[in-house]
Each structure stands twice: as structure tokens, then as C-alpha cells.
């Protein structure tokens, strides 16, 4: 009972966020014909591509349009930041406000993020839907892996969510944050297989750019949902996000403490 009253206000701020995108149905209905549209733009480039050279051993041209159509649905997760209201608190001060409830700043702003998450969630059904009529999607080659590939998903959602409050508290020394999340973003997109599989990358750059957080995001699920990764090389994957997670959330626990009294020390 008391874990849930605990809870209660969290999940609250979760059916919010639900609630306030659900809003915008318009956006909600483009987003939709927009990932279709870009759905059919990836299988003509790489159909193209794939004509003209030869296909990598473990990427044939089905494997690859499924790679990016299953990346282009994590994007709609992905790119949920629930974290950028800390940077407009600081901007505007209403965060000294915020430091006075009773319930954790950071805890209301993944609950938020998660609400937004849900909605985001269901638009991958109908567009998984009408991208089965451009495409053919693979599903994972066993049970297991797909099971392996929700835990690489939700440790990813983590790692994600970490890296963006990480970002946005640097908003209390320069209260300005979209330059450094524009050049993070843009090294994101290239570096963590969101876009061209890393597998595409040659020898040590790969190895080096398969060990980054960018890759526990989008690579790591993305290559077990193939089966590129299997068998022993899928719990190191997951420890290896796992690791991530704890060093973003130490990271992230570092920069809200000396940002907190960074605001008490100049008055709120």
C-alpha cells in the first residue's frame, strides 16, 4: 500500500502526458503518414544501393529494410524527451517552485516522458500496419530473442532517458542547452546505428563505435532483433547497456545535485 501511494502521483503525471498528446491528433495522424512515407523512401534507396553492390554477408537487402523499418518505429519512442521541461523551468524559474513539492522533479519528468512514451508506443501499431503494405518486416528468429530484444529495448529507453536529463541539467550553468543537444543528437543519429547499421562501419571503428552508449540505444536491440547478435554476445550486450545505465545514472545524479544547489545558493 505504501509503494503505491507512492507511486499514485507518478502515474498521474504519466496519464497527463498521455492525455496532452493525445491532444494533437492531427500531429499524431501525420506522424503516422510521415514514418510511411519515409518507410517507402528506405526501400527504394536501399533496393537501389543493394542493385548496384554487393550485399554485406549478414545484412541481405531483406535483413536491412527490416533493420531500418523496426529503427524508424524505436525512433518514435526515442525521440520522446520528457526532460526538456527542466530546461524551461531553469530558463523561466518556475523550477524553484518545483524543488518545493513534495514528490522528485526528476521522477515527475520520466513519469511525463513515459506518458508521452505510451501514446507514441500505439502510433507504432497502425504504422507497423501500413508499412506491412511497402515492406516485409522479419520477426525475431526465436522466442528468445525477441524476449532478449525487449530487455535491450527498455535498457536502451533508459540509457536514452538519461542521456537527455544529463543534457538538459546542463541548462543551470548556461540555462541555453540546443546547441550541445543538436551536436549530441547529430552524433546520436550517425554513431548509434539509427541510421546505417554500424555493421556497415570498417574493423576497429566499428568494434570502438559498438561500445558507445549511442549503440546500447539503437545498434543493440536492432542487432539481436536480427539475430546478428546471438548466443553468449546477447548477455554481454545487455551488461554492457546495463553499465551504461548505471554510469548515466551516476552522471545524471552528480549534475541534479550540484544543480539543485546551484539554484538554493543563488536564491531560487
Given at each position: 500500500m505504501?509503494?503505491?501511494?507512492v507511486?499514485?502521483p507518478?502515474?498521474?503525471?504519466a496519464?497527463?502526458?498521455?492525455?496532452?498528446?493525445?491532444?494533437y491528433?492531427?500531429?499524431?495522424?501525420s506522424?503516422?503518414?510521415s514514418?510511411?512515407?519515409?518507410?517507402?523512401?528506405i526501400r527504394?534507396l536501399?533496393?537501389?544501393l543493394?542493385?548496384?553492390?554487393?550485399?554485406?554477408p549478414?545484412?541481405?537487402?531483406h535483413a536491412?529494410i527490416?533493420?531500418?523499418?523496426?529503427a524508424?518505429?524505436?525512433?518514435?519512442?526515442?525521440e520522446?524527451?520528457?526532460?526538456?521541461?527542466?530546461?524551461e523551468?531553469?530558463?523561466?524559474?518556475?523550477?524553484?517552485?518545483?524543488l518545493l513539492?513534495?514528490?522528485?522533479?526528476?521522477g515527475?519528468?520520466f513519469?511525463d516522458?513515459?506518458g508521452?512514451?505510451?501514446?507514441h508506443?500505439?502510433?507504432?501499431?497502425?504504422s507497423?500496419?501500413?508499412?506491412?503494405?511497402?515492406?516485409?518486416v522479419d520477426?525475431?528468429?526465436t522466442a528468445?530473442?525477441?524476449?532478449?530484444?525487449?530487455?535491450?529495448?527498455?535498457l536502451?529507453y533508459?540509457?536514452?532517458?538519461?542521456?537527455?536529463?544529463?543534457?538538459?541539467?546542463?541548462a543551470f550553468?548556461t540555462?541555453?542547452?540546443?546547441?550541445?543537444q543538436?551536436?549530441?543528437r547529430?552524433?546520436?543519429?550517425?554513431?548509434?546505428?539509427?541510421?546505417i547499421?554500424?555493421?556497415f562501419?570498417?574493423g576497429l571503428f566499428?568494434?570502438?563505435l559498438l561500445?558507445l552508449?549511442?549503440?546500447?540505444v539503437?545498434?543493440?536491440?536492432?542487432?539481436?532483433y536480427l539475430?546478428?547478435l546471438?548466443?553468449?554476445?546477447?548477455?554481454?550486450a545487455?551488461?554492457?547497456?546495463a553499465?551504461?545505465l548505471l554510469v548515466?545514472?551516476?552522471i545524471a545524479a552528480?549534475?541534479?545535485?550540484r544543480?539543485?544547489?546551484r539554484?538554493?545558493?543563488?536564491?531560487?
Amino acid at each position: 500500500m505504501i509503494f503505491a501511494r507512492v507511486l499514485a502521483p507518478y502515474a498521474q503525471f504519466a496519464s497527463k502526458a498521455f492525455q496532452r498528446e493525445a491532444t494533437y491528433r492531427v500531429e499524431v495522424f501525420s506522424e503516422i503518414g510521415s514514418l510511411v512515407l519515409r518507410v517507402y523512401l528506405i526501400r527504394a534507396l536501399w533496393t537501389a544501393l543493394y542493385a548496384h553492390n554487393p550485399a554485406p554477408p549478414n545484412l541481405p537487402l531483406h535483413a536491412i529494410i527490416t533493420y531500418s523499418t523496426v529503427a524508424l518505429l524505436l525512433s518514435l519512442i526515442f525521440e520522446v524527451d520528457g526532460t526538456r521541461q527542466l530546461r524551461e523551468k531553469i530558463r523561466l524559474g518556475t523550477i524553484a517552485t518545483d524543488l518545493l513539492k513534495p514528490v522528485s522533479l526528476p521522477g515527475s519528468l520520466f513519469s511525463d516522458g513515459v506518458g508521452m512514451t505510451l501514446l507514441h508506443a500505439l502510433t507504432v501499431i497502425p504504422s507497423l500496419l501500413f508499412a506491412l503494405l511497402l515492406v516485409h518486416v522479419d520477426h525475431p528468429a526465436t522466442a528468445a530473442a525477441g524476449v532478449a530484444f525487449l530487455a535491450a529495448f527498455a535498457l536502451g529507453y533508459g540509457v536514452n532517458f538519461l542521456l537527455n536529463f544529463c543534457m538538459n541539467c546542463v541548462a543551470f550553468w548556461t540555462l541555453e542547452t540546443f546547441a550541445l543537444q543538436l551536436v549530441v543528437r547529430w552524433l546520436s543519429d550517425l554513431l548509434s546505428g539509427a541510421v546505417i547499421p554500424l555493421s556497415f562501419f570498417p574493423g576497429l571503428f566499428q568494434s570502438a563505435l559498438l561500445h558507445l552508449p549511442f549503440a546500447a540505444v539503437y545498434s543493440t536491440p536492432l542487432l539481436i532483433y536480427l539475430g546478428i547478435l546471438r548466443g553468449d554476445r546477447i548477455p554481454q550486450a545487455l551488461l554492457e547497456q546495463a553499465a551504461w545505465l548505471l554510469v548515466f545514472a551516476a552522471i545524471a545524479a552528480l549534475a541534479w545535485s550540484r544543480g539543485r544547489r546551484r539554484v538554493v545558493l543563488q536564491g531560487g
